[in-house]
């Protein structure tokens, strides 16, 4: 019972979210990053967030699929339709999950254009903390399941130091799937 109300929950979060960012009722795109503060630019290129806005949540929203290698997931834009059934999108930042990245201690790794996400564990003394799933009645491996893990942005133009959670929406073994980024600013 309690499996099935959380992820209901995480549903109703996902479609509200996709619903908040479809922006044309007729093939929407909901490109990742476009909830971002506005940026200016320093004297050197480097975009800077507005010193007089405060930087609310964030939340990025991609497609995600496997990569021909197998090695990592492959992360995209999304676009959805009238519906709001989400889909691979055309244009849009791109970047890349790796759950055994070496430049995060084997842990999970996501790069979303120059943003760096590093998964970290709930109990610092157990790496497998890091993930935590829902699947479908519970059986492990069962599809559509739901993997959520907390993430700190170790580099970024823009959300360096945000922590939050990135959760994977898989729809079904190897068929890719949805994924929302919710980010916290740094406490001031």
Same mark, same amino acid.
């Given at each position: #019972?309690?499996?099935?109300?959380?992820? #209901?929950?995480?549903?109703?979060? !996902?479609?509200?979210?996709?619903?908040?960012?479809?922006?044309? /009722?007729?093939?929407?795109?909901?490109?990742?990053?476009?909830?971002?503060?506005?940026?200016?630019?320093?004297?050197? @290129?480097?975009?800077? +967030?507005?010193?007089?806005?405060?930087?609310?949540?964030?939340?990025?929203? @991609?497609?995600?699929? %496997?990569?021909? $290698?197998? =090695?990592?997931?492959?992360? @995209?834009?999304?676009?959805?339709?009238?519906?709001?059934?989400?889909?691979?999108?055309?244009?849009? !930042?791109?970047?890349?999950?790796?759950?055994?990245?070496?430049?995060?201690? =084997?842990?999970?790794?996501?790069?979303?254009? =120059?943003?760096?996400?590093?998964?970290?564990?709930?109990?610092?003394?157990?790496?497998?903390?890091?993930?935590?799933? !829902?699947?479908?009645? =519970?059986? %492990?491996?069962?599809?559509?399941?739901?993997?959520? #893990?907390?993430?700190?942005?170790? $580099?970024? /133009?823009?959300?360096? @130091?945000?922590?939050?959670?990135?959760?994977?929406?898989?729809? +079904?073994?190897? +068929?890719?799937?949805?994924?929302?980024?919710? !980010?916290? /600013?740094?406490?001031?």
């Amino acid at each position: #019972m309690r499996v099935r109300l959380i992820t #209901m929950f995480a549903g109703v979060v !996902l479609l509200g979210a996709l619903a908040g960012l479809s922006g044309a /009722p007729n093939d929407a795109r909901a490109r990742l990053q476009d909830a971002s503060p506005a940026a200016e630019e320093e004297a050197d @290129g480097t975009p800077t +967030a507005e010193s007089n806005q405060r930087v609310e949540v964030v939340t990025l929203v @991609g497609w995600y699929q %496997q990569d021909p $290698s197998g =090695d990592f997931l492959t992360i @995209g834009p999304l676009t959805t339709n009238e519906a709001l059934v989400a889909r691979p999108g055309e244009d849009g !930042l791109t970047g890349r999950a790796d759950f055994d990245d070496p430049d995060n201690n =084997d842990l999970p790794r996501i790069t979303l254009g =120059d943003s760096t996400f590093d998964a970290y564990p709930l109990d610092p003394d157990d790496a497998s903390t890091v993930f935590r799933w !829902l699947y479908l009645n =519970d059986e %492990q491996g069962a599809r559509p399941a739901t993997l959520v #893990m907390q993430i700190e942005c170790t $580099s970024s /133009p823009i959300y360096k @130091g945000f922590t939050g959670t990135a959760t994977f929406v898989s729809r +079904a073994s190897d +068929a890719g799937g949805v994924l929302v980024i919710v !980010l916290n /600013p740094p406490a001031e």
